[in-house]
């Protein structure tokens, strides 16, 4: 992960009296962290982008990728003097802001906008030309961000891998449209987010795909995929699902992601029906890798599949039902912060639980007492998973999914069907396409019950098995 010394500029906004009547704030400079306690290097101050425009090009065969990035912001506070965005590693060659082109500083991960040179208020847009190898993000499972693979590449990872193929303001508080222009060997396949806008033809030997995604997007969220794989389409209820498989898979793991990738509407129906709101975005589908990641992602709109989750048809099911859970609760209403990552995980795996009880397994009432029966001694039960700890095995540990899930289910029985049911439908309608605290979940849940819940959530999400339970 990201670390960096978080600088400059908090609130403070100079005035100035630069007319009788008007008031104008003096430019400032930006910081170069959104200020997220976990993360104090991820995300920027000062700006919010609307759109990320970028067009590039990969080469599987030295995995050069080359880069043009517009990127259209808006200041959100005083005019900037400077600012920054992330970027790991690559080499810029020229950056533009409003046509004008200015001279940058590469600080760690940061690409700073020195002063002196622009000044920008409101609406501005920064173009940056850049290539290199892209640095692999080392987590948890193992490697992550640009991944090659044995046919192309992947670009996969959470919290922050965004920077290292593009430069952009890496944190979910900001999200923003993407349209991905990516040029490929013609032999290959070019998958990302949202709606495949155009697949060129065939020029020297390379091909140019063209993807948008015009709801707004957490950085991390956005992908790619290049290899030899089987994209297909459909339309159901209004909803388009592009499924990419992988041709390397064998046999076995092929046909348990076809069959748990056919259920996709159905799941989708049952997830709109437990959430009481609809699909959140008119696309969908997946990408299933060949490759072993040890994990899935839940990319927005076309979640990343590592072949690890299809040797079993009732595993295949189940990630398909936790990744697209995760486009109600992650994606549409993402992280202001990742110490809520169990507003993440907790209602994925909680979908999970009810999808298994309305195929006629497990109910959900079972799998929230096999979880109390870990004794209180237990290791799984020393996290706080509502301040997890910002390591890749803390954020995403076991605990944070199963008891963040075990929350919500004791939640029901405290609450009861109805509120439950009136709970998960506000929140997933008020707050859809923002970003979200726990605190304004707890907060909702207090007003839908009508009685106090503050110890309930501090039991649930604070360290120890909850007492009396
Ligand atoms: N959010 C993903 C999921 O539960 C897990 C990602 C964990 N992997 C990682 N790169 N640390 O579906
Ligand atoms: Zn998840």
């Known amino acids: 992960m990201r670390r960096h010394r978080l600088l400059l500029v908090g609130p403070l906004v100079l005035l100035t009296a630069c007319s009788s009547t008007v008031l104008r704030p003096l430019p400032v400079v930006g910081a170069t962290g959104i200020g997220d306690p976990y993360y104090p290097g991820d995300g920027n101050g000062g700006y919010d982008v609307a759109r990320y425009d970028l067009d590039i090009g990969y080469d599987p065969a030295d995995d050069v990728l080359t880069g043009v990035a517009t990127i259209s912001a808006t200041t959100t506070g005083a005019p900037l003097a400077s600012f920054s965005l992330d970027l790991v590693g690559l080499d810029v060659s020229d950056v533009q802001v409003d046509d004008t082109e200015v001279e940058v500083t590469r600080d760690g991960d940061e690409l700073v906008v020195d002063r002196?040179?622009?000044?920008?208020?409101?609406?501005?847009?920064?173009?940056?030309?850049?290539?290199?190898v892209p640095e692999p993000v080392r987590d948890g499972p193992g490697v992550s961000g640009v991944v090659p693979t044995e046919d192309g590449v992947l670009v996969v990872g959470q919290p922050d891998v965004a920077a290292t193929w593009f430069p952009v303001n890496d944190h979910p508080r900001d999200a923003a449209s993407v349209e991905l222009a990516v040029t490929v060997p013609a032999d290959l396949v070019a998958v990302s987010n949202g709606a495949l806008v155009e697949r060129g033809d065939?020029?020297?030997?390379?091909?140019?795909?063209?993807?948008?995604?015009?709801?707004?997007?957490?950085?991390?969220?956005?992908?790619?995929?290049?290899?030899?794989?089987?994209l297909t389409d459909r339309v159901v209820d209004g909803v388009t699902y592009r499924d990419a498989v992988s041709r390397g898979l064998p046999e076995r793991f092929a046909a348990n992601a076809r069959s748990a990738l056919d259920r996709q509407p159905e799941v989708v129906d049952f997830l709109?029906?437990?959430f009481g709101s609809p699909y959140p975005f008119d696309e969908c589908g997946a990408i299933v890798t060949d490759s072993s990641l040890g994990f899935a992602l839940e990319t927005q709109t076309r979640p990343i599949y590592a072949r690890d989750f299809f040797g079993s048809a009732e595993d295949a099911q189940l990630v398909v039902v936790h990744e697209l859970a995760h486009q109600w609760t992650g994606d549409d209403l993402r992280l202001d912060r990742w110490s809520d990552i169990w507003l993440n995980e907790g209602f994925a795996t909680y979908a999970e639980w009810a999808w298994t009880q309305a195929q006629g397994?497990?109910?959900?009432?079972?799998?929230?007492?096999?979880?109390?029966?870990?004794?209180?001694?237990?290791?799984?039960?020393?996290?706080?998973?509502?301040?997890?700890?910002?390591?890749?095995?803390?954020?995403?540990?076991?605990a944070v999914y199963v008891?963040?899930?075990?929350?919500?289910?004791?939640?029901?029985?405290?609450?009861?069907?109805?509120?439950?049911?009136?709970?998960?439908s506000r929140w997933t309608t008020e707050r859809a396409g923002q970003a979200v605290t726990t605190g304004e979940f707890t907060a909702l849940a207090t007003e839908v019950a009508g009685t106090d819940l503050t110890d309930f959530f501090a039991a649930w999400l604070?360290?120890?098995?909850?007492?009396?339970y």
Do not use: H, K, N
């Open 116 to 132: 002196g040179q622009v000044v920008v208020d409101g609406d501005f847009t920064v173009r940056v030309a850049y290539s290199g």
């Open 202 to 230: 065939p020029v020297d030997g390379q091909r140019t795909w063209t993807w948008r995604s015009d709801a707004p997007m957490a950085p991390y969220l956005v992908t790619l995929a290049v290899g030899d794989y089987d």
């Open 462 to 468: 604070g360290p120890g098995r909850p007492e009396g």
């Open 403 to 424: 008891r963040g899930a075990a929350t919500l289910a004791a939640l029901r029985q405290e609450v009861g069907d109805d509120a439950f049911a009136e709970l998960l």
């Open 272 to 274: 709109a029906d437990l």
């Open 361 to 398: 397994g497990e109910t959900v009432a079972d799998q929230l007492a096999d979880v109390l029966e870990q004794p209180a001694d237990d290791e799984f039960w020393s996290q706080a998973i509502g301040d997890p700890g910002a390591d890749g095995d803390e954020l995403f540990s076991s």
